[in-house]
């Protein structure tokens, strides 16, 4: 569905409410700065219109029907398609969803293909149109900008959210509760997917700040550089993560041994007690005829005597080398 298309001309809305694909056609012809077209979740007829109102390249419209695409820039004769990862976390279910943002950029159009519920353009566009209205004036490469400041801005609560998580897992490994490795194996699967979100923006942001793209003025160069950094930082923060939760397993595996390697100790020293006096007798419950113990008068309360003293030395030698 059409979210919002606008048509910004003087740093502004030219017209009011949302244009249809007819009227925004014909402000792209007037030649008179540029026209933002907003999709949530098209369907392939309505994205085939799209393309043909605004000349899309074809290849890039495959992409954009298609989702689990990598962050990618590429470039069609002097137009561009832009790929991003977003994410949120959600809080209540202690997960991170994934979506995907597509953007078309020619000399006087943008489209914005969103797919999924994380990182809604409303408040980039908004941003864009109220805080930074002069840099309309550079045309198309403003919403570049403006989308992915707000993309990259909505992976710090998703982060957040993943260190918290990190957190109480590493207090039930380390406060002897039943280790989470179901858990610490999900999250690390969600900063693997996160990963996979982040590291690819980093080398399109690159160029990007480097300016290696002439549609780029220099004054928007140093808004991507922002970006840029944040992306970084965002990165090294999942990387740390990726090992944190790797220790963490391997600790928690590290636990589960010696809690098994304590039980096991704890049986065999119990094994070992009950040994000694089942050993004692099975000897003198053989009877035989010749077996000149049967015949003593305190045979039996030597025999119950020497069986206790027995228990409890072995009970006091694995008490003092910790089996019990």
């Given at each position: 569905m059409?979210v919002d298309c606008a048509?910004?001309?003087d740093?502004?809305r030219?017209h009011?409410?949302?244009l249809?694909?007819?009227?925004?056609?014909?402000?792209?012809a007037?030649?008179q700065?540029?026209?933002?077209?907003?999709?949530?979740?098209p369907?392939?007829?309505?994205l085939?219109?799209?393309?043909?109102?605004?000349?899309?390249?074809?290849?890039?419209?495959?992409?954009?029907?298609?989702?689990?695409?990598?962050?990618?820039l590429?470039?069609?004769?002097?137009?561009?398609?832009?790929?991003?990862?977003?994410?949120?976390?959600?809080?209540?279910?202690?997960e991170?969803?994934?979506g995907e943002i597509?953007?078309f950029?020619?000399?006087?159009?943008v489209?914005?293909?969103?797919?999924?519920?994380?990182?809604?353009?409303?408040?980039?566009r908004s941003?864009?149109?109220?805080?930074n209205?002069?840099l309309?004036?550079v045309g198309?490469?403003s919403v570049a900008?403006?989308?992915?400041?707000?993309?990259?801005?909505?992976?710090e609560?998703v982060w957040?959210?993943?260190d918290?998580?990190?957190?109480?897992v590493e207090e039930?490994?380390f406060q002897?509760?039943?280790?989470p490795?179901?858990?610490?194996?999900?999250?690390?699967?969600?900063?693997?997917?996160?990963?996979?979100?982040v590291?690819?923006?980093?080398?399109?942001?690159?160029?990007?700040e480097?300016?290696?793209?002439?549609?780029v003025?220099?004054p928007?160069?140093?808004y991507f550089?922002d970006?840029?950094?944040?992306?970084?930082?965002?990165?090294e923060?999942?990387m740390?993560q990726?090992?944190?939760l790797?220790s963490i397993?391997?600790a928690?595996?590290?636990?589960v041994?010696?809690r098994?390697?304590?039980?096991?100790q704890t049986?065999?020293a119990?094994?070992a007690?009950?040994?000694?006096?089942t050993?004692?007798a099975?000897i003198?419950?053989?009877?035989?005829?010749?077996m000149p113990e049967?015949?003593?008068?305190?045979?039996y309360?030597a025999?119950?005597?020497?069986?206790t003293a027995?228990?409890?030395?072995?009970?006091?030698f694995?008490r003092?080398?910790?089996?019990?």
């Amino acid at each position: 569905m059409i979210v919002d298309c606008a048509h910004y001309v003087d740093r502004s809305r030219a017209h009011e409410g949302t244009l249809d694909l007819e009227r925004a056609r014909e402000c792209v012809a007037s030649g008179q700065g540029f026209v933002w077209l907003g999709l949530h979740d098209p369907d392939p007829d309505e994205l085939a219109r799209v393309a043909r109102t605004f000349d899309l390249p074809p290849l890039a419209v495959e992409d954009a029907l298609e989702t689990h695409q990598r962050p990618k820039l590429e470039e069609y004769d002097g137009r561009f398609f832009l790929v991003l990862k977003t994410a949120r976390y959600d809080e209540e279910r202690e997960e991170v969803s994934f979506g995907e943002i597509e953007l078309f950029f020619g000399p006087r159009y943008v489209v914005s293909v969103r797919h999924g519920e994380a990182s809604g353009l409303t408040g980039a566009r908004s941003r864009l149109e109220r805080e930074n209205a002069k840099l309309l004036d550079v045309g198309p490469a403003s919403v570049a900008w403006a989308v992915l400041d707000q993309v990259v801005d909505d992976y710090e609560p998703v982060w957040r959210g993943i260190d918290d998580d990190i957190e109480e897992v590493e207090e039930q490994v380390f406060q002897g509760e039943r280790a989470p490795t179901e858990r610490i194996y999900f999250l690390k699967r969600e900063v693997i997917a996160f990963h996979r979100a982040v590291a690819p923006l980093l080398a399109p942001l690159e160029a990007l700040e480097a300016g290696a793209f002439p549609q780029v003025p220099e004054p928007l160069s140093r808004y991507f550089r922002d970006v840029a950094d944040h992306a970084r930082r965002v990165d090294e923060v999942v990387m740390s993560q990726r090992e944190l939760l790797t220790s963490i397993l391997e600790a928690s595996l590290a636990l589960v041994t010696v809690r098994q390697n304590e039980v096991v100790q704890t049986i065999s020293a119990w094994a070992a007690i009950i040994a000694v006096p089942t050993f004692l007798a099975s000897i003198w419950g053989m009877n035989f005829e010749h077996m000149p113990e049967l015949h003593l008068r305190l045979g039996y309360p030597a025999a119950l005597l020497l069986m206790t003293a027995s228990v409890l030395a072995l009970h006091r030698f694995f008490r003092r080398i910790g089996w019990l």
